[in-house]
């Protein structure tokens, strides 16, 4: 009988095949999701409702990114959630197998090549790097030495038109007190080898926007992530007569999504030249806020878009002297709930609440743009329920539906994926942009476009 080692063990993993090893595990216990490049066998496997992705891998590695991934989900940071691991596997005949890690599968996650399958715009581009470098200067910040930046140890999800970055392999990781400037130059040297590659991987395969260049993009990578660390670490001197831009400081950190816990101000002895420096900095401020406020757990740029949306409700109601927790649960009573409540049960595993009231802000600008007035929320919500979301993908992973989307390119390995038709790219659900129209047809969906509408409006 294999060992389980598990903070919260499920124990309807005790039924999974381990006597057998992972790359022969029977097809009707796996489940067939994009997954990056590993060095390991890895599978994704269902129990229940949960989905749980599997890796088979030397005991005290499995032990050691076990560890680490307990300590980063303790410190906050986005990583996928470990589960378990499982030791003393035996096969049938008697012979010695390796130990499995056990997380759980992230929802409303992609690798990158899912993501580039397709091909992806400049702009899309750019906002996975963003998530990249937020995600490095995070981990940093918590003293996490990667070891092993790459593009296929991440996770994007979607945030409110941007994206989410996490870790999924913490197997070379260390946890330090504080990173020296040499580590975090090892790392930043890991990622220009691994992420060029992998660039350059993209580029031969011809899912490149032919205007990206490999080079340029790492490079890009190095020099925002180097920006981005001066704003969370550098002292900055200034006089007396300069005090608001302590001010300054700290709300440029909240803007980018960290906190300030503590600032370090000294002054000279003539009381003429002071220095700041962010003592303690965290990522999640706006996050935290609305979770404290209405219990919604979101990404950053979700929190933020949100939290503004209530300040709006807050002016609309006229209760700025009000207390914000109260103000807060009528928003969430009167706006978001019923906006969310609209969306038809077929249609839930679209998208997640948070990025679908986020959408309806978005489609409630462009109608009030095209009708030059103030849209109702509910009615902005319902003409986004009718126009956009019923063509949506399910980005939520349809169980249900696996074993109707066509033939597997694997029988033995579905997380592989489904049989590609010859003629057809595989289609990538946060990237389609469909063909170009024509000279004489408009588009799609013309309130989509604000250039269209702004340039229309200035024809008429």
């Not at 980063?72 to 390796?98: A, E, H, K, W």
């Not at 009528?330 to 049960?345: A, D, G, H, K, S």
């Not at 993908?393 to 066509?406: F, K």
Request: some cysteine; proline content about 6%.
């Amino acid at each position: 009988m294999p060992r389980f080692l598990s903070a919260k063990p499920d124990a309807r993993l005790i039924t999974l095949p381990w006597e057998t090893p992972l790359a022969e595990w029977p097809e009707e216990s796996l489940v067939a999701l994009p997954r990056g490049i590993s060095r390991h066998v890895v599978r994704f496997v269902r129990v229940g409702t949960d989905v749980y992705a599997v890796k088979e891998v030397l005991e005290h590695l499995a032990r050691h990114e076990y560890r680490l991934l307990r300590d980063l989900t303790r410190l906050d940071t986005p990583s996928v959630q470990p589960v378990g691991v499982v030791t003393t596997r035996i096969d049938r005949d008697g012979g010695p197998l390796d130990p499995i890690l056990i997380t759980k599968h992230l929802q409303f996650s992609l690798p990158y090549r899912s993501l580039f399958s397709r091909g992806v715009r400049q702009d899309t581009v750019n906002r996975l790097v963003d998530a990249m470098v937020v995600l490095l200067a995070r981990l940093h910040l918590i003293g996490f030495l990667w070891g092993d930046v790459s593009l296929s140890n991440t996770l994007f999800r979607r945030d409110a038109g941007s994206f989410a970055a996490y870790l999924v392999d913490a197997e070379t990781g260390e946890l330090h007190d504080q990173l020296s400037d040499g580590q975090r130059e090892h790392d930043l040297q890991i990622a220009r080898v691994n992420l060029f590659g992998e660039f350059c991987d993209l580029e031969a395969g011809g899912l490149l926007d032919a205007n990206l260049d490999p080079l340029t993009l790492v490079q890009t990578i190095e020099s925002r992530y180097r920006e981005l660390w001066l704003e969370l670490t550098e002292v900055e001197e200034f006089d007396g007569s300069e005090m608001h831009r302590i001010e300054g400081r700290v709300r440029r950190l909240n803007a980018l999504g960290f906190d300030v816990a503590e600032l370090d101000i000294t002054t000279d002895f003539a009381g003429s030249t002071i220095r700041i420096q962010p003592k303690v900095v965290d990522a999640g401020h706006h996050s935290r806020r609305l979770l404290r406020l209405t219990g919604l757990d979101t990404e950053e740029n979700q929190a933020r878009r949100l939290l503004n949306d209530l300040d709006a409700y807050r002016a609309r109601t006229d209760q700025q002297g009000a207390d914000e927790s109260i103000v807060a649960h009528q928003w969430l009573t009167n706006r978001f709930e019923p906006v969310v409540n609209l969306v038809p049960n077929e249609m839930r595993k679209k998208l997640e609440p948070a990025e679908l009231y986020h959408e309806v802000l978005e489609h409630r600008w462009f109608m009030g743009e095209k009708a030059g007035r103030e849209i109702p929320i509910s009615e902005a919500a319902q003409s986004y329920m009718d126009d956009v979301l019923q063509n949506l993908p399910d980005e939520q992973i349809a169980l249900s539906a696996m074993e109707s989307m066509g033939p597997l390119a694997n029988p033995f390995d579905p997380s592989q994926g489904y049989v590609d038709d010859e003629t057809d790219k595989p289609y990538d659900p946060w990237e389609d942009a469909g063909e170009a129209p024509g000279e004489d047809e408009p588009p799609a969906q013309e309130y989509l476009d604000i250039a269209a509408l702004r340039a229309r409006a200035a024809r008429g």
